[in-house]
């Protein structure tokens, strides 16, 4: 998490925009980790707004969208997408980067 949120800030700071698309990749992969594929939905729609188009070069954007899509459908999938593109990456990105980290019970 602490990777990511450094990252985030990197990114933001530089203000190049595919470098902010493919930071959101990477926290769409924490989201859908962390059992929030809407989330990773959201960060996906984003980083593909911000960087123009979807990112058709990095395999994990592929996979994080096949994997979120299954587990919520296809109707659920693309709302979450829609309200993705309404929302401002900031946002998006600090609601997953800063959810308390979930372990497992022993």
């Given at each position: 998490?602490?990777?990511?949120?450094a990252?985030?800030?990197a990114?933001?700071?530089?203000?190049?925009?595919?470098?902010?698309?493919?930071?959101?990749v990477?926290v769409?992969?924490?989201?859908?980790?962390?059992?929030?594929?809407?989330?990773?939905?959201?960060?996906?729609?984003?980083?593909?707004?911000?960087?123009?188009?979807?990112?058709?070069?990095?395999?994990?954007?592929?996979?994080?969208?096949?994997?979120?899509?299954?587990?919520?459908?296809?109707?659920?999938?693309?709302?979450?997408?829609?309200?993705?593109?309404?929302?401002?990456?900031?946002?998006?990105?600090?609601a997953?980067?800063a959810?308390?980290?979930?372990?497992?019970?022993?």
């Open positions: 998490r602490a990777h990511h949120a990252a985030c800030a990114a933001a700071e530089s203000g190049y925009a595919l470098a902010i698309a493919q930071v959101l990477g769409a992969d924490l989201a859908l980790r962390r059992d929030e594929p809407g989330q990773a939905a959201r960060l996906l729609a984003v980083s593909a707004d911000v960087g123009g188009l979807r990112d058709r070069s990095n395999p994990d954007t592929d996979r994080i969208e096949r994997e979120a899509r299954a587990r919520l459908g296809d109707a659920r999938y693309a709302e979450a997408a829609r309200e993705g593109t309404r929302a401002a990456w900031p946002r998006l990105a600090e997953v980067l959810a308390p980290r979930v372990t497992p019970a022993s």
